[in-house]
């Protein structure tokens, strides 16, 4: 027979199975948070550590909007520039490392950072020099990812240790 637990109102109940089976969800919900966010992370500071740094020529920069159908449109910072790796010539649109956006006076102020004609540092990948960014820094929103995802990990450790507390305290029938 399974445990029961009162849930909400009259005629509303869990058993002590849907709240494991609640808990473990959560406690892999956010591991997998917590691992994509750590890799996220990971994969950003290996960039601002071991790409290189090389002179990149600005030659044209603009904003793109997107408006994915949410309330809010983001805005995301382009800046065309060039450079060359071992003789061969490179182009890229990137700004910053990875995929950010955000509004619009935050892509304006990168944007605005590197005016066409302008000569600047770019920073490129030496395993793959068609990967490059200009904004060498670490992307402080970053950390929310796997900040969520080991918060809610530690909720579901909690929550799974908690219960088995309350079995391993609850009292047994005598046969």
């Not at 449109?73 to 065309?80: D, G, H, M, N």
């Not at 955000?102 to 102020?109: F, K, L, R, T, V």
Request: charged share 15%; aromatic share 14%.
């Amino acid at each position: 027979m399974a445990l029961m637990y009162g849930m909400g109102g009259p005629g509303r109940r869990v058993t002590g199975t849907g709240r494991l089976l609640a808990l473990i969800a959560v406690f892999f919900i956010g591991g997998i948070f917590a691992a994509v966010g750590t890799w996220m992370v990971g994969s950003q500071l290996h960039a601002l550590h071991t790409w290189l740094p090389i002179k990149a020529h600005v030659f044209h920069h603009n904003i793109r909007s997107d408006d994915s159908g949410d309330s809010d449109t983001t805005y995301a910072p382009r800046v065309w520039y060039t450079y060359t790796v071992r003789g061969r010539k490179y182009t890229s649109h990137r700004a910053i490392y990875g995929s950010e956006s955000a509004g619009y006076s935050w892509a304006e102020a990168i944007v605005n950072q590197f005016p066409v004609g302008q000569t600047c540092t770019a920073y490129y990948n030496p395993q793959d020099p068609t990967q490059a960014f200009l904004v060498h820094k670490m992307d402080k929103l970053i950390w929310i990812f796997p900040c969520i995802g080991y918060l809610t990990v530690l909720i579901g450790v909690v929550g799974l240790t908690v219960m088995c507390v309350k079995f391993v305290r609850a009292p047994r029938p005598v046969a």
